[in-house]
Nanobody
Framework: QVQLEESGGGSVQAGGSLRLSCAAS???????MGWFRQAPGKDREKVAI???????SYADSVKGRFTISKDNAKNTLYLQMNSLKPEDTAMYYC?????????????????????WGQGTQVTVSS
């Protein structure tokens, strides 16, 4: 299991930006890392995923506005969120696949995630 801790959430007006960070105990080269979100009364949904080779996958709703990246040396995952909309309001979670499995977005853009952080709240007002 990978330990994960998110930070960087907050309140922002529509059109603004936030950068979320996720400190991981370790980022393994075979890991996929991802950001998910869950709004009240809704199911959790994928926001963005990055694999060990740097390939990325985004939800259609955030393409062109959000960017996922990672710094392996710092064991940190990021989510840069620009042009935020009220519908982006949610709890955002960082996740990692099991280091026992090799994860690549070439084979699947919906890998199974084994480790989860506690979440950070993002609120976008109109």
């Amino acid at each position: 299991q990978v330990q994960l801790e998110e930070s960087g959430g907050g309140s922002v007006q529509a059109g603004g930006s936030l950068r979320l960070s996720c400190a991981a105990s370790t980022i393994y080269s075979q890991n996929c890392m991802g950001w998910f979100r869950q709004a009240p009364g809704k199911d959790r949904e994928k926001v963005a995923i990055i694999d060990g080779s740097g390939r990325t996958s985004y939800a259609d709703s955030v393409k062109g506005r959000f960017t996922i990246s990672k710094d392996n040396a710092k064991n940190t995952l990021y989510l840069q969120m620009n042009s935020l909309k009220p519908e982006d309001t949610a709890m955002y979670y960082c996740a990692a696949t099991s280091p026992a499995l090799f994860c690549t977005l070439v084979l699947s853009n919906s890998p199974s995630f084994a480790s989860w952080g506690q979440g950070t709240q993002v609120t976008v007002s109109s």
